[in-house]
Protein backbone atom coordinates (compact mmCIF):
# COMPACT_ATOMS: atom_id res chain seq x y z
CA UNK A 1 0.00 0.00 0.00
CA UNK A 2 2.89 2.54 0.59
CA UNK A 3 3.91 4.48 -2.82
CA UNK A 4 7.12 3.46 -4.19
CA UNK A 5 8.77 6.36 -5.04
CA UNK A 6 11.89 6.81 -7.63
CA UNK A 7 15.14 7.64 -7.61
CA UNK A 8 16.00 7.13 -4.32
CA UNK A 9 18.41 9.70 -4.67
CA UNK A 10 19.46 12.32 -6.95
CA UNK A 11 22.44 14.89 -7.26
CA UNK A 12 21.85 17.98 -9.55
CA UNK A 13 24.04 20.81 -10.43
CA UNK A 14 22.34 24.40 -9.76
CA UNK A 15 20.19 25.52 -12.74
CA UNK A 16 19.39 21.58 -13.68
CA UNK A 17 15.99 19.52 -13.79
CA UNK A 18 14.90 16.95 -12.43
CA UNK A 19 11.62 14.82 -11.89
CA UNK A 20 10.69 12.78 -8.77
CA UNK A 21 8.09 9.82 -9.56
CA UNK A 22 5.26 8.21 -7.29
CA UNK A 23 3.90 5.42 -7.95
CA UNK A 24 0.76 3.09 -6.53
CA UNK A 25 -0.46 -0.62 -6.42
CA UNK A 26 -3.72 0.73 -5.31
CA UNK A 27 -6.54 3.21 -7.50
CA UNK A 28 -5.28 7.24 -5.98
CA UNK A 29 -7.88 9.54 -5.13
CA UNK A 30 -5.15 11.91 -4.37
CA UNK A 31 -1.42 12.41 -4.04
CA UNK A 32 0.37 14.96 -2.22
CA UNK A 33 4.00 16.25 -2.36
CA UNK A 34 5.74 18.00 0.64
CA UNK A 35 9.54 18.65 0.72
CA UNK A 36 11.27 18.14 4.20
CA UNK A 37 14.97 19.19 5.30
CA UNK A 38 17.04 17.38 7.42
CA UNK A 39 15.83 17.70 11.24
CA UNK A 40 12.97 19.90 10.21
CA UNK A 41 8.90 19.50 9.59
CA UNK A 42 8.03 18.84 5.97
CA UNK A 43 6.53 21.86 4.19
CA UNK A 44 3.62 21.31 1.82
CA UNK A 45 4.25 21.44 -2.03
CA UNK A 46 1.27 20.55 -4.04
CA UNK A 47 -1.86 18.32 -3.83
CA UNK A 48 -3.14 16.58 -7.20
CA UNK A 49 -6.56 15.33 -6.95
CA UNK A 50 -8.28 13.14 -9.57
CA UNK A 51 -10.42 14.83 -12.01
CA UNK A 52 -6.77 17.03 -12.71
CA UNK A 53 -7.39 19.50 -9.99
CA UNK A 54 -4.34 20.86 -8.46
CA UNK A 55 -3.32 22.95 -5.75
CA UNK A 56 -0.03 24.23 -4.41
CA UNK A 57 2.96 26.90 -5.42
CA UNK A 58 3.19 28.19 -8.47
CA UNK A 59 6.66 27.29 -8.76
CA UNK A 60 6.43 23.76 -8.62
CA UNK A 61 4.47 21.66 -11.29
CA UNK A 62 3.60 18.42 -11.12
CA UNK A 63 1.26 15.58 -13.24
CA UNK A 64 -1.05 12.97 -12.03
CA UNK A 65 -1.69 9.84 -14.30
CA UNK A 66 -5.27 8.43 -13.08
CA UNK A 67 -4.82 5.19 -14.87
CA UNK A 68 -1.23 4.17 -14.00
CA UNK A 69 -1.82 5.94 -10.44
CA UNK A 70 1.21 7.48 -10.87
CA UNK A 71 2.32 11.05 -10.33
CA UNK A 72 6.00 13.15 -11.14
CA UNK A 73 7.22 16.11 -9.50
CA UNK A 74 9.28 18.24 -11.76
CA UNK A 75 11.77 20.72 -10.75
CA UNK A 76 13.21 23.06 -13.25
CA UNK A 77 16.23 25.18 -12.94
CA UNK A 78 17.12 23.99 -9.77
CA UNK A 79 18.38 26.25 -6.50
CA UNK A 80 20.26 25.09 -3.98
CA UNK A 81 17.26 25.81 -1.73
CA UNK A 82 15.69 22.75 -3.17
CA UNK A 83 17.66 20.12 -1.30
CA UNK A 84 15.33 18.01 0.93
CA UNK A 85 14.09 15.15 0.56
CA UNK A 86 10.84 14.76 -1.19
CA UNK A 87 8.14 12.67 -0.13
CA UNK A 88 4.87 11.72 -2.09
CA UNK A 89 1.41 10.99 0.19
CA UNK A 90 -1.39 9.43 -1.53
CA UNK A 91 -5.12 8.72 -0.51
CA UNK A 92 -6.31 5.51 -1.90
CA UNK A 93 -9.94 4.67 -2.90
CA UNK A 94 -11.90 2.17 0.03
CA UNK A 95 -10.16 3.96 2.95
CA UNK A 96 -10.67 6.59 5.19
CA UNK A 97 -9.84 9.03 2.58
CA UNK A 98 -8.71 11.06 5.37
CA UNK A 99 -4.93 10.08 5.76
CA UNK A 100 -1.92 9.94 4.11
CA UNK A 101 0.42 7.08 3.13
CA UNK A 102 3.76 8.35 2.62
CA UNK A 103 6.91 6.79 0.41
CA UNK A 104 9.74 6.60 1.17
CA UNK A 105 11.45 9.60 -0.05
CA UNK A 106 13.56 10.69 -2.67
CA UNK A 107 16.58 12.69 -1.46
CA UNK A 108 17.49 15.65 -3.32
CA UNK A 109 21.09 17.20 -3.34
CA UNK A 110 21.39 20.48 -5.07
CA UNK A 111 25.23 21.37 -5.53
CA UNK A 112 26.52 25.00 -6.94
CA UNK B 1 5.73 28.60 10.88
CA UNK B 2 3.11 26.16 10.64
CA UNK B 3 0.78 27.08 13.23
CA UNK B 4 0.95 24.06 14.34
CA UNK B 5 2.89 23.75 18.21
CA UNK B 6 4.31 20.24 20.13
CA UNK B 7 5.49 19.97 23.01
CA UNK B 8 8.16 19.13 24.48
CA UNK B 9 10.57 19.79 21.74
CA UNK B 10 13.04 17.19 23.12
CA UNK B 11 12.43 14.32 25.41
CA UNK B 12 15.25 12.02 26.75
CA UNK B 13 13.47 8.93 29.01
CA UNK B 14 14.39 5.43 30.14
CA UNK B 15 13.29 1.97 28.97
CA UNK B 16 10.13 1.28 30.05
CA UNK B 17 8.79 4.33 30.72
CA UNK B 18 5.64 6.60 29.77
CA UNK B 19 5.60 9.48 27.77
CA UNK B 20 3.05 12.04 26.84
CA UNK B 21 3.16 14.36 23.52
CA UNK B 22 1.17 17.40 22.80
CA UNK B 23 -0.26 19.02 19.71
CA UNK B 24 -1.79 21.98 19.61
CA UNK B 25 -3.16 22.14 15.71
CA UNK B 26 -3.63 25.58 13.30
CA UNK B 27 -6.53 27.60 14.83
CA UNK B 28 -9.89 26.54 12.60
CA UNK B 29 -7.90 22.76 11.85
CA UNK B 30 -10.27 19.60 12.90
CA UNK B 31 -8.38 16.98 11.94
CA UNK B 32 -4.84 16.02 13.73
CA UNK B 33 -2.46 13.23 12.78
CA UNK B 34 0.38 12.04 14.36
CA UNK B 35 3.84 10.18 12.25
CA UNK B 36 6.97 8.49 13.69
CA UNK B 37 10.04 9.47 11.91
CA UNK B 38 13.04 7.27 12.85
CA UNK B 39 16.45 7.71 12.06
CA UNK B 40 16.42 8.67 7.95
CA UNK B 41 13.52 6.67 7.39
CA UNK B 42 9.89 8.37 5.90
CA UNK B 43 6.81 9.15 7.67
CA UNK B 44 5.18 6.64 9.34
CA UNK B 45 1.44 7.25 9.51
CA UNK B 46 0.02 6.43 13.28
CA UNK B 47 -3.28 7.43 13.47
CA UNK B 48 -6.04 10.15 13.02
CA UNK B 49 -8.24 12.22 14.98
CA UNK B 50 -11.07 14.61 13.35
CA UNK B 51 -13.15 16.81 15.19
CA UNK B 52 -12.57 14.83 18.55
CA UNK B 53 -13.13 10.98 17.47
CA UNK B 54 -10.06 8.50 15.83
CA UNK B 55 -10.50 8.63 11.82
CA UNK B 56 -7.87 6.15 10.80
CA UNK B 57 -5.42 4.11 12.63
CA UNK B 58 -1.96 3.27 10.42
CA UNK B 59 1.60 1.16 12.12
CA UNK B 60 0.40 2.41 15.68
CA UNK B 61 1.99 -0.25 18.18
CA UNK B 62 -0.20 -1.16 21.19
CA UNK B 63 1.54 0.54 24.21
CA UNK B 64 0.99 3.64 21.67
CA UNK B 65 -2.50 5.79 22.10
CA UNK B 66 -3.83 8.83 21.31
CA UNK B 67 -6.80 11.36 22.05
CA UNK B 68 -8.21 14.21 20.47
CA UNK B 69 -9.88 16.77 23.03
CA UNK B 70 -12.67 18.68 22.59
CA UNK B 71 -10.57 21.70 21.97
CA UNK B 72 -8.71 19.71 19.23
CA UNK B 73 -5.56 19.53 20.92
CA UNK B 74 -4.21 16.13 20.96
CA UNK B 75 -1.73 13.80 22.82
CA UNK B 76 0.36 11.00 22.14
CA UNK B 77 0.86 8.11 25.02
CA UNK B 78 3.84 6.04 24.60
CA UNK B 79 4.14 3.40 27.47
CA UNK B 80 6.61 0.49 28.31
CA UNK B 81 8.96 2.45 25.95
CA UNK B 82 11.89 0.80 24.06
CA UNK B 83 14.68 1.24 22.72
CA UNK B 84 13.61 1.33 19.16
CA UNK B 85 10.64 3.55 19.84
CA UNK B 86 13.34 6.54 19.68
CA UNK B 87 12.51 8.66 16.57
CA UNK B 88 10.72 12.21 16.01
CA UNK B 89 7.23 12.11 16.13
CA UNK B 90 5.16 14.89 14.00
CA UNK B 91 1.79 15.94 14.38
CA UNK B 92 0.18 17.99 11.84
CA UNK B 93 -3.33 19.32 10.97
CA UNK B 94 -5.69 19.71 8.43
CA UNK B 95 -9.07 21.84 8.01
CA UNK B 96 -10.50 18.93 6.56
CA UNK B 97 -9.88 15.36 5.22
CA UNK B 98 -6.54 15.06 3.20
CA UNK B 99 -8.46 13.17 0.53
CA UNK B 100 -10.65 16.02 0.05
CA UNK B 101 -7.90 18.15 -0.90
CA UNK B 102 -6.73 19.26 2.46
CA UNK B 103 -3.18 20.21 3.03
CA UNK B 104 -1.44 18.76 6.14
CA UNK B 105 0.59 21.69 8.15
CA UNK B 106 3.09 20.06 10.42
CA UNK B 107 4.56 20.85 14.08
CA UNK B 108 8.15 21.13 14.59
CA UNK B 109 8.39 17.57 16.26
CA UNK B 110 9.04 16.04 19.15
CA UNK B 111 12.58 14.04 18.89
CA UNK B 112 12.18 11.47 21.77
CA UNK B 113 15.11 9.19 23.03
CA UNK B 114 15.39 6.24 25.07
CA UNK B 115 18.33 4.86 26.93
Known amino acids: QQPVQSPQAVILREGEDAVINCSSS?????VHWYRQKHGEAPIFLMILLKGGEQKGHDKISASFNEKKQQSSLYLTASQLSYSGTYFCGTVHYGGSQGNLIFGKGTKLSVKP | DSGVTQTPKHLITATGQRVTLRCSPRSGDLSVYWYQQSLDQGLQFLIQ???????AKGNILERFSAQQFPDLHSELNLSSLELGDSALYFC??????????????FGPGTRLTVL
Open chain 2, 92 to 105: ASSVGLSGAGNEQF
Open chain 2, 49 to 55: YYNGEER
Open chain 1, 26 to 30: KALYS
